[in-house]
């Protein structure tokens, strides 16, 4: 590799990380898929297609306070769900459920609610799967109702139905809200909790008369329950996957119009218009561009979209309730920045268009989790410009999720787009930046290869044929193949496949020659010889850059013929980056916005004074987007004892669970802090562990350290750390932090080979002019012409 090849290297794979930072807004935490060691066969953790579900009727009576022998944050529920079978012999029913007890079940038949013999009940921990055993077979093609009475708890890990709070006046106001996705309905009733059992729900809540209560559907009843108590019935729901029912039980106000509300606490309906406004516009603009009225489907007569406090998620598509983080949805323009705008604008549309792909239309299991996550962050940038016209949304994308996804993709612990998955931690992890940002990447390129027209035409189809069903990959490739028989054997490779190609351009007389190889950051010699369809674009002069409809190529190495290709002023690859691949060439060739800033010097020069006033003022404001701004400001201190202070508040109950992690990431941003944070992690792990949540949560905070340190002293006085407390921190978290401290004397001895080449070629770039370096930068980076060792 020579000495430029080395420079380019480390640029790009230094942008690229830069990028995967911010790439993923949604689950921002997920970049790598959970590959832990199931504790069950496989596929164990999936239900039998014995006995399908057809609807259920729901009730829950929650307690968000003491109410004589009923517990602070339970909750009763009644289920009945109708199921059938289409097979002979079935002798019991598997279904799901979690964190609850079940104090009565019964099978009934349907049509004379004759009882079904029963034998006890099991149930596997592991699996969460409950299994009723039958005395007698059930009928093939005869209804039947399963009756659950049980208790449940409203936990506060903002998953399953879960308690959250806010503050008004200096009063803790308790609230209860749901996040199901992936398997966390079963928490809050028993059900078949797989995407592909999809039936209509009727929910009734049982709720104190000071609070509100909201679901999927419009309330069609409401009743006198009990002293102080109402029932609130809603709509039977369209058909649907179990993880997409959500309800709220909250004292909130509404912002509605034109049948869209924008639901918060009280105190924080004066950041609600900016949501209300770009949300209709979005929704009327996303269901003329897909042709399906949102309001078409029986029982959507009107959609919420609510603002959660506390949401592990950054939002959730729950069919007609949309929930979201209060960052992600609340906007005040004198008091948050255009940035955040463009974010609120972004996730919303990708929330909206989940109510076609994902909704409507749903993944058949999470191994195609793409499926509903990568039409969404598509619509999340192409959605949102058919509104916001002036934002360049076409160009941030590739920055933001092309460029975004090739570092993680570059590795060898990538897994490609269409991956099994059968645990509920594999089911969470696949939730990354491949479902996410390389499912829109495909779906992109296929429409310059299509025509934008024709690929609209094609998703239309999709939607109509698959409205009400579950998906697979090979449904939309039938769809798109309609319209070009050619569609499928050029996707499908991308989706099954993982990683990407480094194409390698070389030019003679007569043409240039094009060569793929698949990119390996850290194993540039490999000898693997996986392939893809290339779709090729090229350009030798500026009006052909807006030519990006490509004509794909296979093989592992082919021609390009042009006569005089010696003579042109140059032959650039990929335009606009319609393809998903880095390109090497030979020699031939999510107003100023400054109050962070204000924030962070302010604190980095200041004193204890200055950070008591920055504190109180987190605690003490109202709007959930300037706490952001502030953890960041807090994150520039500069003296040990100001660090100490700022992780002190981080492992406090005083920043939420979900904001954790990203007000230490601004901490150990800066440079100087790492030495200290270390000190403290070691002197305070157990408050760590305690406040995060698991010593899983401390290996990934010093693990987070060693990739920003560069002194040896420091590593060995964690190496050591680690080993003198082996048996606290676990077996998984020493592991853990072990690897992060073979991947720190990785990048130490990379620097140490190259870093005498890389300063020289600096060096001689300088005296030759600094217009050459920021004209040479600029090409490498804007054109992303990688050069690798060929």
């Known amino acids: 590799m020579t000495l430029a090849e080395k420079l380019a290297l480390l640029v790009l794979v230094t942008c690229a990380c830069a990028v995967v930072s911010t790439a993923s807004p949604l689950d ?45 944050f339970t909750f009763d529920g009644s289920a009945k769900i109708t199921v059938s079978t289409q097979k002979q012999n079935v002798m019991q029913i598997k279904l799901h459920m979690a964190r609850m007890d079940i104090s009565a079940w019964s099978v009934t038949r349907k049509s004379d609610n004759t009882i079904i013999p029963t034998l006890p009940q099991t149930y596997d921990q592991e699996t969460q799967i409950l299994t009723l055993p039958l005395s007698s077979a059930l009928q093939a093609n005869v209804e039947y109702v399963l009756s659950f009475t049980y ?76 002293v102080g108590r109402s029932l609130t019935t809603f709509g039977v729901t369209p058909s649907m996957s179990s993880y997409l029912i959500a309800f709220i039980v909250a004292p909130y106000q509404i912002n509605d119009r034109d049948g869209m509300g924008i639901l918060a606490r009280p105190q924080a309906q004066n950041q609600t218009q900016y949501s209300l406004d770009v949300g209709i516009k979005l929704l009327k603009a996303l269901e003329e561009w897909i042709d399906y009225p949102y309001a078409s489907v029986a029982g959507m007569t009107r959609m919420y979209m609510a603002a959660v406090p506390d949401f592990s998620a950054g939002a959730m598509e729950n069919w007609g309730l949309l929930t979201y983080r209060e960052t992600n949805i609340l906007y005040r323009s004198d008091d948050s920045t255009s940035m955040q705008q463009h974010r609120i604008a972004a996730v919303i549309s990708h929330e909206i268009a989940h109510q076609w792909f994902g909704d409507l239309v749903t993944c058949e299991w999470w191994d195609v989790t793409w499926l509903n996550e990568g039409f969404a962050r598509y619509y999340q940038y192409y959605g949102t410009a058919l509104v916001e016209t002036e934002w360049d949304l076409d160009h941030q994308f590739v920055v933001e999720q092309l460029q975004g996804v090739m570092q993680m993709d570059s590795l060898r612990s990538t897994h490609p787009m269409t991956h099994p998955v059968y645990t509920q931690a594999q089911a969470s992890g696949i939730f990354d930046n491949i479902s996410y940002n390389k499912g829109a990447v495909m779906l992109r390129m296929m429409e310059h290869y299509l025509t934008t027209e024709t690929f609209k035409t094609a998703l239309r189809a999709y939607i109509k044929d698959r409205a009400f069903k579950t998906t697979r990959p090979e449904d939309l490739f039938s769809a798109l193949n309609r319209y070009d028989p050619n569609a499928r054997s050029y996707m499908e490779p991308w989706t ?33 010889q996986t392939a893809w369809p290339l779709p090729i674009t090229f350009a030798t002069k500026a009006s052909e850059f807006s030519i990006t409809r490509p004509a794909f190529y296979t093989g592992m190495t082919f021609d390009i013929p042009m006569q005089g290709a010696s003579d042109v002023e140059y032959f650039i690859l990929n335009n606009q980056q319609v393809g998903y691949y880095r390109v090497n060439y030979d020699a031939i060739l999510i107003h100023p916005d400054l109050r962070q800033v204000v924030y962070c010097e302010g604190i980095r020069k200041g004193s204890t004074e200055e950070f008591e006033f920055l ?13 952001i701004l502030i953890l960041q400001g807090l994150g520039c201190v500069s003296s040990s004892e100001l660090i100490t202070d700022m992780l002190n508040g981080i492992a406090s109950p005083h920043v939420r669970s979900q904001d954790k992690n990203n007000a230490f990431t601004y901490v150990i941003n800066n440079p100087y802090t ?20 698991s010593y899983t949560n401390v290996a990934s905070a010093f693990n987070n350290v060693l990739a920003r340190l560069k002194s040896d002293s420091e590593r060995d006085v964690i190496s050591a750390f680690i080993e003198s407390n082996k048996n606290i921190l676990g077996q998984a978290a020493y592991d853990s932090i072990k690897s992060g401290l073979e991947d720190y004397e990785t990048n130490k001895q990379f620097t140490l080979r190259n870093r005498d080449e890389i300063h ?9 002019g600094a217009a050459t370096i920021l004209a040479n930068v600029s090409m490498i980076v804007g054109l992303l012409m990688l050069v690798l060792a060929r």
């Not at 239900?47 to 057809?54: H, I, M, Q, R």
């Not at 504190?615 to 706490?627: D, G, K, M």
């Not at 790492?674 to 949540?693: C, D, F, I, T």
């Open 28 to 72: 921002p935490d997920r970049y790598f898929l959970v590959e832990a060691e199931p504790r069950a066969q496989p596929e164990d953790y999936r239900l039998n297609d014995d006995v399908w579900p057809t609807h259920y009727d729901i009730e829950i009576k929650p307690y968000l306070e003491q109410e004589g022998n009923k517990a602070q």
């Open 674 to 693: 790492l030495p200290h944070v270390s000190r403290y992690l070691q002197q305070n792990h157990a408050n760590w562990a305690a406040s995060h949540g």
């Open 151 to 226: 208790v449940g708890n409203m936990d506060d890990d903002m998953h399953g139905f879960y308690r959250s709070y806010y503050w008004e006046d200096g009063v803790k106001v308790w609230m209860g809200s749901t996040q199901f996705q992936q398997t966390h309905a079963r928490r809050a009733f028993p059900c078949f909790d797989e995407p592909r059992f999809k039936a209509t729900f009727q929910l009734k809540i049982n709720h104190k008369t000071q609070y509100n209560v909201y679901s999927n559907t419009a309330i069609v009843g409401t009743a006198v329950a009990e």
């Open 496 to 528: 099954v496949q993982p990683g990407y190609p480094l194409v390698t351009v070389t030019s003679q007389d007569t043409g240039f020659t094009v060569t793929q190889k698949r990119f390996l950051v850290n194993e540039p010699d490999h000898n693997e």
């Open 615 to 627: 504190w109180n003022q987190y605690l003490t404001t109202n709007v959930a987007t300037e706490q």
């Open 760 to 768: 020289e070629f600096l060096d001689n770039k300088i005296n030759g």
